[in-house]
């Protein structure tokens, strides 16, 4: 049974089992009980609310509310990262032909130099211009949106109260370390150097973003400092991991409690290079395979 209009606001306990979940739907409060286990699936920003909530995280940080620690999991929340991104946008000579692939029809990923592992960098082309306001007075318009997508920034996710209902705290840090913006510029720069290749010759007619007055490293880490944006690939926040600072184990188990279990992106120690929707659905079917497994419920593999 799917509930919807429903917004979960603590998990519930059997001493140190979580046997379900108390939720408010149409302003009313309800509950329901799990026969094996409960799977947490709210996302990088909702999952590590609901377990603080559940005082499930760092002492200190429940107290501030009069949580009641039930898990000391300090991780909880930390380790917040995304990919991040800003824009370049061209005036086009022509109108532009309308798009496929829902706008975004190539993209180059590469390396911003030979000792990462893969690609952290993202250089994506679209059909229109990534800034609305520039796009209302420039409708023929298109964009190359360098990101940097193996962030080294982390954030945190924080209670702003003890009540559910309330948005959390969000920290993204994006920029945070200083080879994020460096390889962001780099992306820039990426970009720049495509527009001016002999394919775009026909096509661009002038820089509208970050504009011609842009032109020295220190003015490109201004303006990618003042534009960056997000891929809303928001990952981290309850991460798997055998050390301290880990909130689920290699199964997807909460540390400290019995019967509960992460399985979304807040779960991924690292984001993925790419778009993390694959990734996320690769973790929903082996977390299934993992439930079957344990309570032999049918032939996971």
Known sequence: TINTNSQATRLLFSGDRVKGVEYKQ?????TAYANYEVIVCSGAIESPKLLLL???GNPSHLQEFGIPVV????????????????????ETSQPVPPPNQNMSESALFCKSEPGWIGPDLQIAFVHVPFDIII????????????????PMSRGWIRLASHNPLDKPLINPN??????????????????????????FSGWVKQELLPGPNVKDRDQLRAFVRQ???SYHHQAGSCKMGVDRMAVVDPQLRVYGV??????????????????CHTGIVAIAEKVSDLIKQEHNLGGGT
């Open 258 to 275: 019995q019967g509960l279990r992460v399985a979304d992106a807040s779960v991924m120690p690292v984001v993925t290079s790419g778009n």
């Open 174 to 199: 994006y920029l945070g370390v200083q080879s994020d913006l460096e390889r962001l510029v780099q992306g820039v720069e990426i970009a720049r150097d495509i527009f001016a290749t002999k394919a």
């Open 54 to 56: 559940s005082g499930i």
């Open 26 to 30: 149409n302003g009313e409060i309800k």
């Open 227 to 229: 534009r960056a944006d």
């Open 135 to 150: 796009g209302q007075n420039y409708p023929n318009a298109v964009s190359i949106l360098p990101g940097v997508v193996r």
């Open 71 to 90: 898990a000391d999991v300090p991780g909880v929340g930390e380790n917040f990262h995304n990919h991040v991104l800003t824009g370049v946008i061209y």
